[in-house]
């Protein structure tokens, strides 16, 4: 049963937000005052440029197949009445015969013909427009995948962080869209002509009365019938046991497998799931769409009422013009009127669902079309970078990408902290300066490397580069000539090759650099313990089904099945490896003036991590570089400027020297990790240490 809550919306008068809870779901639902008739007459017109849009992008993906599709989908709204039209006339040539005692075989014969063609043209018409049905599909999805990719590619971060820009659409809703409209339109072309076809043979059995009869069931159960469809809505599942229970379905999924075994897990996560099932065996689990249109049994019983009102007075009308007239009472206008009427109604209920999809389709093409208009929320920028003026002191960009800050606050979109991430940061870093940014967890020096790369811009202040606001430059121009090398940097779904060379996708396909690449990134080695080498795929993208092999591993398509490739397990250095590849690959562009690294060797070894920083060092000439690192090592007596944060702050800034004789909040993080250092070696000094045996 449904909770309801009406409260007026402030902002609009003629809204109305109804807040009712619907099985697990709390749904708050839009509906505004207008008279429903206008409002979908409204809707309709609304929705005429979107299907007008919908039907040019479907012609253009492959206008032949689609005109033969609508001639298809038209001929078949008429289909059934041609056949009851020459079912009629069949039927009635016999009568006539019989009532006159001599059959005209010829004509008959002529009308079995007539049918049998018009049903083998009509068999063949189908299966026809199933095969154009199914090229035209592919065509179809294919191309509103396109669409969507490119849309969901051109998201900048926070925007596709915010609620409002997740695509709730597929390519297949656009397919869906397509039938639903020309399901409509072939139901009311049928409708239209077996209401032709039963005015012509009704007259005599009550004639608008018996057609209005024939209705009057489906236009009640369609104007009873709520629907979300047609509504602004938003709903959240609000039910503390049934989120417990998806939490417990995702904890036994394979991705935990591991913990549960070896923490014993099993048991618990079972029994816990049925404490929570027990709270819930009285509360429907139905999605929102379906719990908000059931209706009610006193609606139930009225709609079975009208339902069989025709039939009532079909048998009515039929019994009193066989004892008022029978010499016109004619058994074959009984037939095809009844079927006619059966047939009406059928086509009359179906449209009446056909409508509540066509509406829902209405919503579908809109959130197609609104999906690919997303603006993103930071400025695009229109100077070139780098830039080629002369008043650029840096005009080919060859000292690297220079920073200036002003007072730059930040917060996450979404964020639920009370603090900003960053705080008034102010601060200069000039081209080709070699940057190292320490502090605790937490301490905001991944997101002002997130800053600087402009993968956002900041909430508050101002951030300079080369002289100019950041958000002047071309953002695609700005990130070419940056490279981000991050513990967070994943693994493509690609051969092992391409995600190297996918630094620089030009040239994703030159074996030799991607091979330079990877030796400089240390991931060389990676790939020669592979035996597909460069063309291993890490992640392979495999779809599979199998019926009655589960755990049937003495069959012989279970080995088969096994053959199939399997992901390859690396550990988190040699992802390292292969992502610091990556960014040496992306050098090879010649584009690069800007390098953020940002902790990526946490899971290397110390050797690996001199190795890279060694090899990072080598190359950037030309480059501005920023690390951000927790290990202090050589990298800090090699900086220009330390940057020691904490808690979204800077603290302290300077070189290694200076900031030791500040004896601050650098020099203690320093100590620590340098006493750390000198206890482990004495440690081992003392473990190796010779011993006197007495």
């Not at 010499?327 to 009427?341: G, N, P, Y």
């Not at 008034?424 to 997101?447: C, D, F, H, R, W």
């Not at 590849?581 to 953020?596: C, D, E, L, P, W």
Request: charged share 20%; glycine share 8%; aromatic share 10%.
């Amino acid at each position: 049963m449904a909770s309801l809550l009406d409260e007026k919306d402030p902002k609009s008068p003629t809204i109305t937000i109804q807040e009712m809870q619907l099985g697990v779901w709390r749904v708050k639902v839009v509906s505004d005052t207008v008279f429903g008739l206008q409002k979908q007459w409204d809707d309709a017109r609304s929705a005429l440029p979107l299907y007008w849009r919908l039907m040019t992008d479907i012609f253009n993906a492959s206008p032949a197949l689609f005109t033969i599709f609508i001639a298809c989908q038209l001929w078949q709204g008429i289909e059934d009445s041609i056949l009851m039209h020459f079912s009629n006339q069949f039927l009635r040539n016999i009568e006539a015969g019989v009532g006159q005692g001599k059959v005209n075989s010829r004509k008959i014969l002529s009308d079995i013909v007539t049918r049998l063609v018009c049903t083998v043209f009509f068999a063949f018409i189908r299966w026809y427009s199933g095969k154009v049905l199914e090229l035209l599909k592919t065509r179809v999805t294919r191309y509103f995948e396109l669409v969507l990719m490119k849309a969901k590619l051109g998201l900048d971060m926070p925007t596709s962080q915010e609620a409002g820009s997740k695509q709730g659409v597929s390519a297949q809703q656009a397919w869906d869209a397509l039938q639903n409209i020309f399901k409509f339109g072939t139901d009311l072309i049928r409708i239209a002509s077996h209401i032709l076809l039963i005015a012509r043979i009704s007259r005599w059995s009550g004639g608008p009365v018996y057609t209005l009869l024939c209705i009057s069931q489906p236009l009640f159960s369609a104007f009873n019938r709520r629907d979300l469809w047609d509504k602004v809505c938003f709903g959240f599942v609000n039910n503390t046991f049934y989120l417990r229970m998806k939490s417990l379905e995702k904890l036994a999924s394979g991705a935990f497998r591991q913990d549960i075994i070896s923490g014993g897990l099993g048991s618990w996560i079972a029994d816990e799931f049925y404490k929570s099932h027990l709270h819930l065996v009285k509360i429907p689990e139905g999605h929102p769409y379906q719990l908000y249109s059931e209706s009610s049994v006193l609606q139930d019983i009225l709609s079975k009422i009208l339902g069989d009102s025709p039939v009532v007075r079909f048998f009515h009308f039929c019994a009193l013009q066989a004892i008022k007239d029978p010499a016109a009472f004619s058994v074959a206008s009984i037939a095809i009127l009844q079927q006619s009427s059966t047939s009406l109604k059928y086509s009359i209920t179906m449209v009446m669902r056909t409508s509540q999809r066509f509406r829902s389709s209405v919503t579908s093409v809109k959130s197609i079309y609104a999906s690919t208009g997303v603006i993103n929320s930071m400025v695009v920028g229109h100077v070139p970078y780098p830039r080629v003026d002369e008043k650029s002191e840096d005009a080919d960009g060859s000292k690297g990408m220079g920073f200036e800050l002003k007072n730059v606050s930040f917060s996450y979109p979404g964020t639920r902290s009370i603090t900003p991430a960053l705080k008034n940061i102010s601060l200069i870093i000039k081209p080709g300066q070699l940057v190292v940014i320490v502090g605790a967890n937490g301490s905001g020096k991944s997101t002002l490397i997130r800053i600087l790369s402009r993968l956002y811009d900041p909430s508050s202040g101002q951030i300079l580069i080369d002289g100019l606001p950041s958000s002047s430059h071309r953002i695609d121009d700005l990130h070419a000539a940056t490279t981000l090398l991050s513990q967070d940097n994943l693994l493509y779904p690609l051969s092992l090759g391409e995600n190297i060379g996918l630094g620089y996708p030009e040239c994703v396909n030159d074996k030799e650099m991607i091979r330079d690449a990877a030796e400089k990134g240390g991931a060389l080695e990676v790939v020669q313990k592979l035996k597909d080498g460069m063309d291993t795929e890490l992640d392979p993208t495999v779809e599979t089904f199998e019926l009655g092999l589960y755990g049937n591993k003495t069959h012989p398509l279970y080995e088969e099945m096994e053959k199939m490739p399997k992901s390859i397990n690396v550990s988190g250095g040699e992802k390292q490896r292969i992502v610091a590849a990556r960014s040496f690959m992306r050098f090879n562009s010649g584009k690069v003036k800007f390098v953020a690294v940002d902790e990526p060797s946490s899971a290397l070894d110390a050797e690996g991590e001199l190795r890279l920083f060694e090899n990072l060092l080598a190359v950037r000439e030309g480059k501005t570089t920023v690390f951000v690192t927790h290990r202090f090592g050589h990298l800090t007596k090699h900086a220009n400027i330390i940057i020691c944060m904490k808690e979204g702050n800077i603290l302290e800034m300077g070189s290694h020297a200076e900031l030791l004789q500040k004896k601050g909040e650098y020099a203690n993080l320093y100590e620590i990790q340098a006493g750390a250092f000198s206890d482990t070696t004495s440690k081992r000094k003392e473990h190796f240490k010779p011993q006197v045996l007495g």
